[in-house]
């Protein structure tokens, strides 16, 4: 017998009214969108039996978008309205500007929290898109102490952003 992956249940109950909200804006009425919402988790918890998932959230949307998509195929069936292609839209939700704007604050977070030495040489590298010579002729420092500083930044950005990604 599987065991279902620990983390999924509790990381798509948190995201439950994210997932709702994304699919009731492709739909008509609030019954489809709980039917479907609770249909794509149903199936990420089963799939989760099979081992853990990477970010079962993600894998939670794109199983709603399949669903949408499938039901958009069959047509309307007993009183159901079809889903209109034209009501997708390739602008990004509300939730996801949201989620784009809070990831945004992690990374800033993280880069106020570093070393003023390792932020420069990470902001250098990442932004400027500097090799660690220049960095290391800009700053007076060696190509080694660079090539440290920024790998070390990474590590801290990577941190911050799974750290509270696990919250």
């Known amino acids: 017998m599987a065991v279902q992956d620990p983390g999924a249940g509790g990381v798509l109950a948190k995201n439950a009214p994210r997932l709702r909200a994304f699919v009731r804006s492709r739909v008509r009425n609030d019954a489809d969108a709980d039917d479907i919402s609770q249909e794509a988790y149903a199936r990420v918890l089963a799939r989760s039996r099979g081992g853990p998932l990477g970010d079962p959230v993600a894998y939670a949307f794109r199983v709603a978008l399949n669903l949408l998509s499938d039901r958009g195929r069959s047509g309307a069936r007993g009183g159901e309205e079809e889903i209109a292609d034209d009501m997708a839209s390739a602008d990004p939700s509300p939730f996801e500007v949201l989620?784009?704007?809070?990831?945004?604050?992690?990374?800033?977070?993280?880069?106020?929290?570093?070393?003023?030495l390792?932020?420069?040489?990470?902001?250098?590298?990442?932004?400027?898109?500097?090799?660690?010579?220049?960095?290391?002729?800009?700053?007076?420092?060696?190509?080694?102490?660079?090539?440290?500083?920024?790998?070390?930044?990474?590590?801290?950005?990577?941190?911050?952003?799974?750290?509270?990604?696990?919250?």
């Open 99 to 116: 989620d784009m704007k809070q990831r945004a604050e992690l990374y800033a977070r993280a880069l106020r929290a570093m070393p003023r």
């Open 118 to 167: 390792r932020r420069e040489v990470f902001i250098l590298r990442q932004s400027a898109e500097l090799g660690y010579v220049q960095i290391a002729d800009r700053l007076g420092i060696s190509v080694e102490a660079a090539q440290k500083h920024f790998s070390r930044a990474v590590i801290d950005v990577r941190r911050a952003m799974d750290t509270e990604r696990d919250l």
